[in-house]
């Protein structure tokens, strides 16, 4: 190769550099919610799915421009995106479900006695007073129940390699859970009120 | 209480006589039964900390030479320490004074207060010269009776506040707290408070509550028509305030996390406790704790607390003895664990020392006690033991005995371990032989101990297990029975995330040859997802016992492989690689049934029946073969299968050698692990395996 065509193979070079932008893969993650969640909740019925349509994290006109600067940037430099399906096969997140399986069971009495309530993060809360005998089984059961949403969260981020996931994950399985609420359990909407299913 | 003083008082007798004499002198009193009284203001009557602002007053009967004087209203405001009360009205049907005496009878009140608006009481204040007596009685308020009785001499005073069936939800929105919300409840209420000058030196207090619903903002504390009644005395000494109190709980829940007591008169709760208590040291002794839950559990303690700067105990003492943990196990015991269905019988005594906030010493001693964990995971049964904790001693021994000890289904023999327990240490005081499945467990050295900022113990053992029955293990595991024996030498294990790693290697002999287990690793074994790691080699089975023992039809023969890498979860396989085969060089006759070949074929799919019993081959009742081999790589549920040998689109699972000969070949090289046990179970039909 000739010096004076060492320019050209530069360009060549910058040309075939590959960027692999890989987008948090929501409709995988709630396709993966929604397995897990009736996973868990085996012991009851759960109720029908409502129709969720496939959300992105970001907003769509955000995507777009991002989207749109991805591809100005590909003219010089070759890009390609991907979308990576969600793994929720580990062996953490199977302890982890095996937890929750374990114990929502026990949870069915208070979410029917509008004790816990689905709050619009996904997390379990207090709503009503559990009658004394039970309160402080209850507390822990709300404890313990956070406590495993967390880690799951953080599981199956971690087990698809993006432990920056974690918060978009929680995000995801906060619609799903209050998806899968069975009738007559309460949940908080996403304006703070609370509505009872 | 000062005395009071009636020089106003005086001057307006004299007043008063002055206007009687100005109106003899105006001829007026010869028309005097046309004016029998008079009424006149006085802006203030004060006898030292004692005042009636406002005072209207009232004479009457001056037509009869013997004019009486009642007072109209007047607002009342008391001394310190009663001074509280200062929103009050009064009236008295008769009111006499002269010097030094004061005496209004037949009196009435009201509180000028928006609490008390519509509640009048009886009235009537006496002072005589350095005595004084303040009685307020029938005052209605919060629907119940309220009584207010004062003395006072020469300072020396005594207050007595009585209150009868007190409505709790009104008096807590008097009092416009929020650190509780009362739902209902009812308080009798007797408070007797004696002073000099305005300090107090003795309170005397009863107060009974009925029916209390309550809770505080957290709902952490809480109550459900509880009836509860406290006494309450202290004393001030000439340095120190010495109290006795009685709390005694005779109906009704009550929950303070995370503690719920259901109490009725079977089961009643009553502490009892006393001490001193020098404010200006901020220190408390609590010379005697007493609490008592009948049928239930005792507690004694005495504490020694500074509160000079965070609150400090300095020193502190506790015994607890619970006659019957049956019933006390879930009310004190449960709500503390992190798992539920653990149930504990027996008899139970503790003594705990504390100073300066830390736990020094605590020793156990348990009777004839059982613990049961509901989930099967663990039972230990005749139990008896003793444990002595200290902070830095390590010369305490402790022991626990049993007559039954079961770790999951495996059963231990009687039998006892010594130890030495302190700080964060574990330490086996001498080699302990535990008899298990009809062999024993040896274990010579084990001590493990933790470090504040590491939740991996570290942990030291030796020992070695000795002709363990493996007939005994599979029963116990609710296993196809086997035969044989385990043994093996374990120089040390390891704890770390959480994870049990044994050294060292387990032999058992079974099916006439030897399974050597290594890498052995357990996590969460008493918890819903118990994890299994180990490797797994055998040499030398005999394929006859083997067969016999699983009903799979006779194959002669020598079966030796691998299991690497076997991960199990809740006991289900999720991932091995395992290789079995003929073993290079076996000499051993080399035969299989038909039953057998049936047998491996239909694993894998084809029904070989039909070939077997309408042919040719039906002669034989079995075949030679040459070596078989079957392996498995199994992972994300997948089995990928493996032959003996390979050939064009399969492989080899028995190749014939011989005469008779069969081979068994096999074409699908993945099948799903799930089917592949169904099939070993149900041995089911397909055509994935053809007989040659």
Redesign the interface.
């Known amino acids: 190769m000739s010096i004076k065509n060492l320019p050209v193979f530069g360009a060549l070079l910058l040309t075939a550099c590959v960027t692999i932008n890989i987008y948090f893969p929501a409709a995988a993650a709630e396709k993966a919610a929604d397995e897990i969640i009736q996973d868990i909740q085996t012991l009851e019925p759960s109720q029908p799915q409502s129709e969720m349509s496939p959300q992105s994290a970001l907003p769509k006109w955000q995507v777009s421009v991002y989207q749109l600067v991805d591809q100005t940037i590909s003219v010089f430099i070759s890009s390609a995106h991907a979308e990576a399906n969600l793994s929720v ?1 580990s ?1 953490e997140i ?2 982890i479900t ?2 929750m ?2 114990r929502f069971g026990a949870l069915i009495p208070f979410y029917e006695q509008g004790v816990l309530a689905i709050r619009a993060d996904g997390l379990l809360t ?1 709503k009503g ?1 559990a009658p ?2 039970d ?2 089984k209850s ?2 059961l709300i404890a313990a129940e956070n406590a495993d949403r967390y880690k799951l969260y953080q599981a199956i981020a971690n087990a698809n390699g993006h432990p920056e996931w974690a918060a978009q994950i929680k995000s995801t399985f906060a619609q799903r859970w209050i998806s899968h609420a069975q009738s007559g359990w309460w949940y908080q909407t996403a304006n703070g009120s609370w509505k009872q299913k | 209480m000062p005395l009071l003083c009636l020089r106003k008082f005086k001057a307006l007798h004299h007043l008063i006589l002055y206007i009687c004499l100005l109106y003899t002198a105006l001829g007026y009193c010869s028309v005097a039964s046309a004016l029998d009284s008079v009424t006149f203001s006085v802006d203030k009557i004060k006898a030292n900390d004692w005042s009636l602002h406002n005072a209207k007053l009232k004479i009457i009967q001056l037509d009869q030479g013997a004019p009486k004087i009642s007072l109209i209203s007047a607002h009342l405001k008391l001394p310190a320490p009663f001074n509280n009360f200062s929103k009050l009205n009064i009236r008295c049907q008769k009111f006499i004074w002269r010097e030094n005496y004061m005496d209004c009878q037949q009196g009435h009140g009201r509180f000028n207060s928006s609490d008390f608006k519509a509640h009048a009481f009886d009235f009537s204040l006496q002072v005589k010269g350095k005595k004084s007596k303040l009685v307020i009685d029938n005052l209605t308020g919060f629907s119940g009776k309220i009584s207010l009785n004062a003395q006072d001499q020469s300072g020396k005073w005594q207050l007595r506040f009585k209150a009868q069936r007190l409505n709790l939800v009104q008096f807590k929105e008097f009092l416009a707290s929020d650190l509780f919300n009362i739902s209902q409840g009812l308080a009798d209420i007797d408070i007797e408070m004696i002073g000099e000058q305005g300090a107090v030196q003795t309170i005397l207090a009863t107060a009974l509550l009925d029916q209390l619903s309550m809770q505080d903002q957290q709902g952490r504390i809480a109550s459900d028509a509880l009836t509860l009644k406290t006494e309450l005395s202290m004393k001030k000494g000439a340095k120190a305030w010495q109290w006795q109190n009685l709390i005694d709980i005779s109906s009704g829940d009550l929950y303070v996390e995370p503690i719920y007591l259901s109490i009725n008169s079977a089961h009643a709760v009553t502490l009892i406790n006393n001490g001193s208590w020098w404010p200006g040291q901020k220190q408390v002794e609590l010379k005697s704790i007493e609490f008592k839950h009948t049928q239930l559990l005792s507690l004694q303690a005495s504490a020694a607390i500074n509160y000079q700067s965070d609150l400090l105990i300095e020193s502190a003492e506790l015994e607890l003895y619970v006659p019957q943990l049956k019933p006390v196990t879930p009310v004190y015991l449960a709500p503390f664990l992190a798992t539920e269905g653990i149930e504990l019988q027996g008899e139970l005594e503790v003594k705990l020392k504390l100073q300066q906030n830390i736990l020094s010493e605590i020793n156990l001693d348990m009777q004839q006690f059982t613990l049961r964990d509901n989930e099967q995971r663990f039972y230990l049964g005749q139990a008896n033991a003793e444990v002595n904790w200290t902070k830095q001693n390590k010369n305490q021994a402790s022991f626990i005995n049993w007559q039954t000890l079961n770790l999951r289904a495996i059963p231990f023999a009687p039998g006892q371990l010594d130890f030495t327990l302190f700080d964060r240490q574990f330490r086996l005081l001498q080699a302990a032989k535990l008899g298990v499945l009809e062999g024993e467990l040896f274990i010579q050295k084990f001590s493990f101990s933790t470090t504040e900022n590491n939740d991996d113990p570290i942990v030291h053992f030796k020992g070695w297990a000795d002709n363990l029955s493996l007939e005994q293990l599979s029963r116990a595991l609710n296993w196809e029975p086997l035969t044989g024996s385990i043994s093996g030498y374990i120089p040390s294990v390891r704890y770390q995330n959480k994870t049990l790693s044994l050294d060292g290697e387990l032999k058992m002999r079974v099916f006439g040859g030897q399974v050597r287990i290594n890498n052995l690793a357990s996590s969460g074994m008493f918890t819903n997802f118990a994890q299994f790691y180990m490797d797994l080699e055998f040499d030398n089975l005999d394929l006859s016992m083997i067969t016999r023992k699983f009903h799979i039809g006779n194959i002669e023969g020598k079966l030796s492989g691998v299991v690497q890498n076997l991960y199990l979860e809740n006991w289900q396989p999720v991932s091995f690689y395992a290789w079995m085969g003929t073993p290079e060089g076996d000499d051993s006759t080399h035969k299989i049934s038909q039953k057998a070949v049936e047998n491996i074929a239909s694993i894998g799919g084809n029904s070989a029946a039909d070939v077997l019993s309408k042919g040719f081959l039906s002669l034989f009742s079995s075949f030679r073969y040459d070596k078989l081999g079957f392996g498995c790589y199994l992972h994300q549920g997948v089995c990928q299968l493996m032959g003996v040998e390979a050939i064009d689109n399969g492989f080899y699972l028995v190749k014939g050698g011989g005469l008779p000969r069969i081979n068994i070949i096999g074409y699908n090289p993945r099948l799903n692990w799930s089917v592949l046990l169904e099939r070993l179970r149900r041995i089911t039909t397909s055509d994935e395996y053809i007989i040659e």
């Open positions: 096969n062996p199977r302890r095996a937890d399986r374990a207090t007073s004394l005998k309160r402080n507390s822990k």
